[in-house]
Every structure is written in structure tokens, then in C-alpha cells.
């Protein structure tokens, strides 16, 4: 149970060494806390220097700016104390500041209370701990985005669309109360329109997500075709142990790299071997299945004694096949991409390859927002039961095809507005940095 009367504490500034770090307060105590340092009445905006007294005597001349209710970051009246950057520093006022009464804040506490105090959407919440997180310029460029609110209002622009075919089919079904011949078919037509534009966005979204939360690729192929040689190769290091013994790889082995600017996260695993398995060898091929269900990309790759080797995937998944030890074959099959692992040639082929498999129209994606998977489902969710919806419309199920507009837009609604039950808001606030 995440309780909101507490006044809450703790460093929002990277621990270690530095030359200043930041302690936030947030709560209804921090008038008391300010008067007790400074001597003084807290005002907004009011910055001041006062000494707070540590351990053993020692006193640490702190900078403290107080901002008052509503007009902070979480809306609530907060203190940011600058002290020394030292950990032991910081420790110590934090433990005066909990001898006061504060408690050591959870993470993504402040900005709960910000979203919670209606300071920020959720969306805006969930922009402010991705920002934190970014690992490239393009994902910054993206945040930033969803920063200023453009996930948001496209999200709204759906919800008023779904909002107002609900509204248009509630009025058909009061019609049918009263008998009259209605033609189903222009409202039909609109949500179909609808679903398409739910169904464009929703790929958008998930270019985004892959570009936030990188791409899964995972290498897989018939024993020894140069898997962990090609692992190493894309990574950049000498993450797989390489042999000519077939079957050296068995657990997964994975690492992430950026190509082009976009995460990637490859997966070395033993491949699904087509020949008689032993024990180690099949829990090596059940792990490289597991893999297969998270994954996003799959590199298959043979070399020239496999050619025939063939394997199935689940259908939505893009494979690329490719294969390896050009160096030893002069035979070219047709639409096929050559590489060697070892002699490291046509790799650069193969990137650029790897990077149009994910993005389709890569610059679409990074003129993108940033996005969660948390979003995805909901929204896929949300489009399974609209095209349901549209599948009923017509006399005889208006009131069903109703029904999942109506569960469509609840789904749609959970991107803002979460039920606000605390398991949810913490499992989502969870993942932010302590002092957020
Ligand atoms: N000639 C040649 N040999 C290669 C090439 N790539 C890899 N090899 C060799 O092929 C052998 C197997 O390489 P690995 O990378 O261990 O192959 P793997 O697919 O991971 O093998 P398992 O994990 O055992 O399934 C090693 O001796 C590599 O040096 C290549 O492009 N050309
Ligand atoms: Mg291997």
C-alpha cells in the first residue's frame, strides 16, 4: 500500500562522488523542515544557504530551494537540499532528514505523486523515466516528443473517434428501439476506418518501442555455420566461445550493441540442430526456441555443407537468412546473402539488411514518439475487440458490436488512466530511478 501523507525523501543526483548532489523532499512536513534548517519561513521559489548539522559536530553548508504547493514537480511542497557530492555526506542528511519524520522515497515516487497530483500524464511520466534511460540522440529526439505531448494527442485524437462511433452506435440501437429501417452499413464503414487507423498507429508505436527497448535478434542456424563467429563479429567482442567442435554452443549468450544509431540485442544460442540430439544439445535447441518467442528478428545461418538445412518460424517473426564461409565456396545461390564470419566480409551488407528487416521506413520510426509495450497491448488489445465490433455491425448484433466498442475504449483509456489500483501505478513506476 503506497502511502501519500508521508513527506518523502531521497538523492535524485547519480550516487558517488561529484561536486554537488541533490536531495529532494516532497510533502506536507516541509515547512516544518525548512524552518527547523533555516530558521526561516519556507517560501516558493525561495533559495537559501543554512547549515545542517551532521554527525559528531560536523555541520554541511547546504543550498536548499523550497517550492510550495501546487507549483512543483510533484505538486506537493518540496526542498531540494544541494550538499557536497560525497556519499557519506548525503547519507547523513538523509538520516537527519529521517530523524525528522521523512521516509526514504520508493522509486519513481516524486513523479507518482506528480501524475497522482495531476502535474503530468502518465504518458508524460512514463516520457520522463525513458528520457533518464536514453541511450542514443534519436531516442532523446523521441522522448522528447512524448515530452511535448504528441503521443498524448494522438491518443486523444483516437479516443474522441472511438468516443464518438460509441455515440453513433448507441443512437442506432435507440432507433431500433423504435423500429425503423436503419442502414448499418455507412457506420459500418467508419469503423473500419477507424481500426485502420488504430492498426497504423499501433505499427508506429511498435517501430518505436523497438527503437526504446532495442532490437531482439537472435542468431540461429545448424551446428557450426559460424553462429558465435558472427555474434562476435556484430558485437564487437568476444562474447561466444568460438570452435570447430559442432555443438559448443548451448546456453544462450547475448549482448547489445547499436547499429546505425539503434540497439540491437543479439542472441547467440546452439540453433535447432537437425541431427540426432544428446541430452546437453536438446536442452541447448528447447532454449533457443524459449528465445524465439521474445525475440523480434531471427538471423538464420548456414554455411555450405548445410544448404538444405530448413526450419520453420512463427509467422510474424522476420527471418534473414544468410550464409556464412563465403570464403569457402564459389557457388553463389541466387537472392542470397554471402558473408564470412571469420574473414569478416559483407558484414556491413548484413547491418544494413538487419536495420531495413526492423524498420521498414526507418526514418518514419525515428520521427516517431517513444512508446512502451505497455501501450502496444493496450492498444492491440483495444484493436482486437474494435474489429470485433465491426464484425457485428449490422440489426441483429448492434447492441454486441456496442458492447466492444465499449470494451475497446476502456482498453484505451488504461494508457492514460490506469485503473488506479497501486499494484498497477507501482509496477509501472517501479522501473524509475530512485529520487525520480
Ligand atoms: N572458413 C570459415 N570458417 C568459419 C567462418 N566463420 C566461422 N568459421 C569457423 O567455423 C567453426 C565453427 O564456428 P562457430 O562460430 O563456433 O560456429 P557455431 O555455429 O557457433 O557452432 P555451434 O555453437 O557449435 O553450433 C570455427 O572453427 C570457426 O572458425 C567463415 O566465415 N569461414
Ligand atoms: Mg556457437
Known sequence: MINFEDTIIACSSP??????????????????????????????KKVIIAEIPLKKGIKEKCVLTSYLFPNSYTGEDTIEISCHGNPIIV????????????????????????????????????????????????????????????????????????????????????????????????????????????????????????????????????EN????????????????????????????????????????????????????????????????????KEANLVIELRDPKNLEYEMSYPKELKVIKVINKSDLSKERLENQLYISAKFEENIQELEEVLISAVFFNKNKALNGFSARSRHSKLLTLSLKESLVAESMCDESSIELCAEHLKMASDLLGQIQNPYSSDDLLGEIFSSFCIGK
Open 15 to 44: 550516487l558517488g562522488s561529484g561536486a554537488i548532489s541533490c536531495i529532494r523532499v516532497s510533502g506536507k512536513d516541509c515547512p516544518k523542515i525548512f524552518k527547523k534548517i533555516t530558521k526561516k519561513e519556507i517560501k516558493h
Open 225 to 292: 555455420a559460424g553462429k558465435s563467429t558472427l555474434m562476435n563479429i556484430l558485437t564487437k567482442n568476444n562474447t561466444s566461445i568460438v570452435s570447430e567442435i559442432p555443438g559448443t554452443t548451448r546456453d544462450l549468450v547475448s549482448k547489445s550493441v547499436k547499429i546505425q544509431g539503434i540497439k540491437f540485442e543479439f542472441i547467440d544460442s546452439a540453433g535447432f540442430s537437425t541431427k540426432q540430439q544428446g541430452t546437453l544439445e536438446k536442452i541447448g535447441a528447447d532454449r533457443a526456441k524459449e528465445a524465439l
Open 91 to 222: 547519507e547523513l542528511v538523509l538520516s537527519f532528514l529521517n530523524d525528522l519524520g521523512c521516509r526514504y522515497a520508493e522509486p519513481g515516487e516524486f513523479t507518482m505523486r506528480a501524475y497522482l497530483n495531476e502535474k503530468i500524464s502518465l504518458i508524460e511520466a512514463e516520457a520522463i523515466s525513458d528520457l533518464i534511460s536514453s541511450e542514443s540522440l534519436e531516442e532523446i529526439k523521441m522522448v522528447n516528443k512524448s515530452l511535448k505531448g504528441e503521443f498524448q494527442k494522438e491518443i486523444n485524437k483516437i479516443i474522441l473517434g472511438l468516443k464518438k462511433l460509441r455515440a453513433e452506435t448507441e443512437g442506432e440501437i435507440d432507433f431500433n428501439d423504435q423500429e425503423t429501417n436503419i442502414d448499418l452499413s455507412r457506420l459500418k464503414t467508419k469503423i473500419k476506418a477507424f481500426n485502420s487507423t488504430l492498426a497504423e498507429f499501433n505499427s508506429k508505436i511498435e517501430d518505436a518501442i523497438l527503437v526504446g527497448e532495442g532490437v531482439k535478434t537472435i542468431i540461429t542456424g545448424p
